[in-house]
């Protein structure tokens, strides 16, 4: 048996990081994404918690971006393959998207610097995006579902 000096058994002793680690990845990068969207629209009325969550959430958006760099990195290569107009739709969805998210961050950061309501949008531009995020989730339940599921059945988490 795998022993540790102390004489324990090796298995027993598991760090938070391996924790973290074991965890299916889509708990940890894509799920509080929308925790987080849903808790901040639900804070709109109390104005320093609904800015923290927005923080929070920008950060959060900019990890789940990082977490998968080749995907967004071919969204913005051009395709010059015959039959590519289903790709190009793609790109102009996720384009919108990206764009809805950047100008939802950009235009709170203007009200927070006390810009009024009125010439920002941001209202608006921060319901567009909750509704893209709903178009998302549908394009992408697959693969969520697949992220969900533990990589290792004999490695779960006790
Ligand atoms: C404003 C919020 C969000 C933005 C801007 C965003 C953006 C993106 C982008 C650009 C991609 C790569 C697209 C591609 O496949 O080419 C992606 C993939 C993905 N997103 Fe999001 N996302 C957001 C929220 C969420 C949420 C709330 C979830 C789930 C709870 C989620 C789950 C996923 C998954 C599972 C993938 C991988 C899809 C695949 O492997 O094909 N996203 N996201
Ligand atoms: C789920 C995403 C979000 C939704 C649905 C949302 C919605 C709203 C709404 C309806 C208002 C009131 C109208 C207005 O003052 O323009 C508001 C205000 C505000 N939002 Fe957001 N927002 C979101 C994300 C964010 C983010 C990411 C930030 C910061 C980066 C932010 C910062 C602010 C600030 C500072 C105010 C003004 C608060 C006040 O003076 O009462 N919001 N938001």
Redesign the pocket.
């Known amino acids: 048996m795998n022993l540790h000096p102390g004489g324990m058994p090796a298995t027993t002793r598991v760090g938070r990081g391996e924790r973290l680690r074991r965890l299916p990845p889509?708990l940890v990068t894509?799920?509080p994404?929308?925790g987080l969207?849903v808790l901040c629209w639900l804070l709109v009325p109390i104005a320093w918690a609904h800015l923290a969550t927005g923080l929070a959430l920008a950060g959060l958006?900019g990890v789940?971006?990082r977490t998968?760099p080749r995907?967004?990195a071919?969204?913005s290569r051009r395709d010059r393959r015959p039959g590519s107009a289903r790709q190009a739709g793609?790109r102009l969805g996720?384009g919108v998207?990206?764009a809805a998210?950047a100008a939802m961050t950009v235009t709170g950061l203007l009200r927070w610097s006390g810009v009024p309501p009125q010439y920002v949008w941001h209202g608006g531009i921060s319901y567009l995006?909750l509704t893209l995020?709903v178009v998302?989730?549908w394009s992408?339940r697959r693969?969520?579902w697949a992220?969900l599921r533990p990589r290792d059945p004999a490695r779960r988490c006790r």
Do not use: C, E, M, T
């Open positions: 889509a894509d799920l994404v929308l969207l958006i789940h971006l998968r995907q967004v071919r969204l793609r996720y998207f990206l998210a995006l995020v998302h989730l992408i693969p969520l992220r």
